[in-house]
Each structure stands twice: as structure tokens, then as C-alpha cells.
Nanobody, 126 residues
Framework: QVQLVESGGRLVQAGGSLRLSCAAS????????ISWFRQAPGKEREFVAA????????RYANSVKGRFTMSRDNAKNTVYLQMNSLKPEDTAVYYC???????????????????WGQGTQVTVSS
């Protein structure tokens, strides 16, 4: 059974940095893509970033490009989201999700992901 467990969310001031972690278990994830989504109160869940496990290819939403970086640690079965230059509009619950059959362009629609974590709250104060 696939499990995704997020951690690292907290309150941070605007301009600060955070690193979120997503620990994956229950499968060999070498053929998967792992993504981060976020959802702010009253808003739709939106794509943030994705990484393809086997080759490390990444994709980012325009709103975070240049500020956020996604990486993976194969030995720990963990992916990370390094978030720099945080803005109040980055405030949301951040979820990691797994796509067991990723496509070359890496999916951005949350409905196409197969497994989800419980989320971690990120709050950026102004």
C-alpha cells in the first residue's frame, strides 16, 4: 500500500524559506512521478511542482518558477520541495501526490494522480 507523508510546513515570514519533505513507502517508486499541489482556503487545489523519479526531470508552475526547487533522495525514498522567497500568497496546505504512470510532460491535473498524502500547512506572514 502506497503511503505518502508530508512534513516541514510551518509559519514563516515573507521572504523566508522552507523545505517540505514527502516520504514515500509501499512501492518501488522508480517509475513514478511525484508532485506537490497546494490548496488555499476557498480555492481549487493547484499544481506546484513535479519530479519524475527515474531521471529527475522536473516541471514547475509559473507562479513558483525560480523560487521553488524539487529534488529527490533515492536512498531515503523522499522528495523535497525547497521554497525560497516565500510570499503570503504561497500560504496553503501542501500535498504530495504520486502518479504511477507518468507521461513525458508530467501531469498537472490533480485528478490524474493516484495517491495522496495528508498535507502540511504552510503559512507565510506579511
Amino acid at each position: 500500500q502506497v503511503q505518502l507523508v508530508e512534513s516541514g510546513g510551518r509559519l514563516v515570514q515573507a521572504g523566508g524559506s522552507l523545505r517540505l519533505s514527502c516520504a514515500a513507502s509501499g512501492r518501488t517508486f522508480s517509475s513514478y512521478a511525484i508532485s506537490w499541489f497546494r490548496q488555499a482556503p476557498g480555492k481549487e487545489r493547484e499544481f506546484v511542482a513535479a519530479i519524475r523519479w527515474n531521471d529527475g526531470a522536473t516541471r514547475y508552475a509559473n507562479s513558483v518558477k525560480g523560487r521553488f526547487t524539487m529534488s529527490r533522495d533515492n536512498a531515503k525514498n523522499t522528495v523535497y520541495l525547497q521554497m525560497n522567497s516565500l510570499k503570503p500568497e504561497d500560504t496553503a496546505v501542501y500535498y504530495c501526490a504520486a502518479d504511477r504512470d507518468p507521461v513525458i510532460y508530467l501531469r498537472t491535473a490533480h485528478s490524474e494522480y493516484d495517491y495522496w498524502g495528508q498535507g502540511t500547512q504552510v503559512t507565510v506572514s506579511s
